[in-house]
């Protein structure tokens, strides 16, 4: 059984900072993308940022410039560091993974989700 844990999220002031990070645990082989996914109330839950296991980002147009992606390979942990924060960016903050588990006779791919991280920004 493989999990995400979200930690970091909770209320900032609009322009602080705040990173969010992601521990994996479980029977992982490997894993080829991480990412980070938000739900604000009301709204469909939308990409923020993605990384593949060679270090290519790529970010929605609303965090360019204010969020950074960044992952450790060894790890297996995935963070988002989150500058100039607004309010329009209060959300659930969800960890996103597409990798492969299970022992070499019974290896599949999956996507994992954490439960989920609230990011309270104020004005």
């Known amino acids: 059984q493989v999990s995400l844990v979200e930690s970091g999220g909770g209320s900032v002031q609009a322009g602080g900072p705040l990173r969010l990070s992601c521990a994996t645990s479980?029977?992982?082989?490997?894993?080829?993308?991480m990412a980070w996914y938000r739900q604000a109330p009301g709204k469909q839950r939308e990409l923020v940022a993605a990384?593949?296991?060679?270090?290519?980002?790529n970010y929605s147009d609303s965090v360019k410039g204010r969020f950074t992606i960044s992952r450790d390979n060894a790890k297996n942990t995935v963070d988002l560091q989150m500058n100039s924060l607004r309010p329009e960016d209060t959300a659930v903050y969800y960890c996103?993974?597409?990798?492969?588990?299970?022992?070499?006779?019974?290896?599949?791919?999956?996507?994992?989700w954490g439960q989920g991280t609230l990011v309270t920004v104020s004005s």
């Open positions: 479980g029977s992982i082989v490997r894993i080829t993308k």
């Open positions: 996103n993974a597409g990798l492969y588990s299970g022992s070499i006779w019974n290896r599949r791919y999956q996507e994992v």
């Open positions: 990384i593949t296991s060679d270090g290519t980002t």
